[in-house]
């Protein structure tokens, strides 16, 4: 119940093209969802994030897609460019669970020229 | 500001040795939180430390452990290693670890055991 679901595990696209990374969650008591970016000999970083009161969240190229009654959500990056090219991880944590994050499995995004 | 720091960044142990890894977060958090990350489980939440209490814990047995001092740098050990702990032990830092509090990942220290 405590599981983050995240496909496709790799992901190719052209430079411009639209990435779509998926998740979902069966725990109900999930409350915050952020989206997580890592280069090769990095650590971890905040791309985007969402509380589930709202169905969708842009910054920028990145949009966040948010289906509370399915308990899915999504990544969107408009736009992609080569330097996107990185594992892309899905998260969520609870209220009481503060900084614990449960990731997904992780996306290896590969942008080509 | 500085990021958050890990040292070392490479270590190489032999089965049943013991290890300590360290975390400088960015001044100012109080809240530090460490995650395994291997190919086969991806990230995993070992533990969180915040005013130097351990507030969260996550599924490993207790050979993990970590401790947390009173200028919030924190240290873990794994004691009687195993070949299953070799992993990438990432350390993140935030302001309070409050639900919505931004994450600070460091680059992780790459522990191999042989």
């Known amino acids: 119940q405590q599981q983050v679901k995240q496909s496709p595990q790799s992901l190719i696209v052209q430079k411009g093209g639209i990435s779509i990374i998926n998740c979902a969650y069966e725990n109900t008591a999930f409350d915050y969802f952020p989206w997580y970016q890592q280069f090769p000999g990095k650590g971890p970083a905040l791309l985007i994030a969402?509380?589930?009161?709202?169905s969708e969240k842009k910054e920028g190229r990145f949009t966040i897609s948010f289906n509370k009654s399915a308990k899915q959500f999504s990544l969107h990056i408009m736009d992609s460019q080569p330097g996107d090219s990185a594992t892309y991880f899905c998260a969520a944590s609870t209220e009481t669970s503060g900084s614990r994050l449960t990731f997904g499995e992780g996306t290896q995004l590969t942008v080509n020229p | 500001k500085a990021g958050v720091t890990q040292t070392p960044r490479y270590l190489i142990k032999t089965r049943g040795q013991q290890v300590t890894l360290s975390c400088s977060p960015i001044?100012?958090?109080?809240?530090v939180s460490w995650y395994q990350q291997t190919p086969g489980q991806g990230l995993q939440f070992l533990f969180e430390?915040?005013?130097?209490?351990?507030?969260n814990k996550g599924n490993f047995p207790g050979r993990f452990s970590g401790r947390q001092f009173s200028n919030s740098r924190s240290e873990m050990n794994v004691s009687t290693l195993e070949l299953g702990d070799s992993a990438l032990y990432l350390c993140?830092?935030?302001?309070?670890?409050?639900?919505?509090?931004?994450?600070?990942f460091g680059p992780g220290t790459r522990l191999t055991v042989l």
């Open positions: 969402i509380r589930p009161d709202v």
């Open positions: 993140a830092s935030s302001w309070r670890g409050g639900l919505t509090d931004t994450q600070y």
């Open positions: 430390y915040f005013s130097e209490t351990q507030r």
């Open positions: 001044s100012g958090h109080r809240s």
